[in-house]
T-cell receptor
Framework: DGGITQSPKYLFRKEGQNVTLSCEQNLNHDAMYWYRQDPGQGLRLIYYSQIVNDFQKGDIAEGYSVSREKKESFPLTVTSAQKNPTAFYLC???????????FGPGTRLTVL | AQSVTQLGSHVSVSEGALVLLRCNYSSSVPPYLFWYVQYPNQGLQLLLKYTSAATLVKGINGFEAEFKKSETSFHLTKPSAHMSDAAEYFCAVSGRGNTGKLIFGQGTTLQVKP
């Protein structure tokens, strides 16, 4: 089955630690996205990538970093510079930028 | 600049009643519009999308939405609510030909009472 996988589903981290969230897709999509979801605020775009080895900042990129070395993978690192990292993180992909986005199941990050 | 406003953070209906979730958008270019549904602790599932073909768009699970340019609205409806429709619903807008950035509304939680 084609789809988007995110791991782990739940992640706990101590303050001051970096943590990497995984996002993998086997849909052969060129574009991939990372969103952050907080209660009552909808989804906000962190980073997006339209092609391998290229990515752009979204609306709330501070404290996050990404890489896009392979078409199917777009990992997100939450760094210690992110002041309030506890949130639900969603990865999405689309055939190309501007096409319909399809979402993974999400990772819930909690900072202890 | 684009924006989306969903009127009502919580909507409660009885099973079998009409569902109406409101979405208004602002866009300087002809928009693409989307409705997504999210069940607790899950990702978003696409319900339907408007890309300028028919103004009345039919989606999955009996939902439909009508694009009204004069009212800048894209309200989501379903004639008869089912208990399984209880979830959070998001309206989103994307400008055509752009990088694919979606702007989301704040979400509306739909409660269905037996």
């Amino acid at each position: 089955d084609g789809g988007i996988t995110q791991s782990p589903k739940y992640l706990f981290r101590k303050e001051g630690q970096n943590v990497t969230l995984s996002c993998e897709q086997n849909l052969n999509h060129d574009a991939m996205y990372w969103y952050r979801q907080d209660p009552g605020q909808g989804l906000r775009l962190i980073y997006y990538s339209q092609i391998v080895n290229d990515f752009q900042k979204g609306d709330i990129a501070e404290g996050y970093s990404v890489s896009r070395e392979k078409k199917e993978s777009f990992p997100l690192t939450v760094t210690s510079a992110q002041k309030n990292p506890t949130a639900f993180y969603l990865c999405a992909s689309s055939i190309q930028g501007g096409d319909t986005q399809y979402f993974g199941p999400g990772t819930r990050l909690t900072v202890l | 600049a684009q924006s989306v406003t969903q009127l009502g953070s919580h909507v409660s209906v009885s099973e079998g009643a009409l569902v109406l979730l409101r979405c208004n958008y602002s866009s300087s270019v002809p928009p693409y519009l989307f409705w997504y549904v999210q069940y607790p602790n899950q990702g978003l599932q696409l319900l339907l999308k408007y890309t300028s073909a028919a103004t009345l768009v039919k989606g999955i699970n009996g939902f439909e939405a009508e694009f009204k340019k004069s009212e800048t609205s894209f309200h989501l409806t379903k004639p008869s609510a089912h208990m399984s429709d209880a979830a959070e619903y998001f309206c989103a807008v994307s400008g055509r030909g752009n990088t694919g950035k979606l702007i989301f509304g704040q979400g509306t939680t739909l409660q269905v009472k037996p």
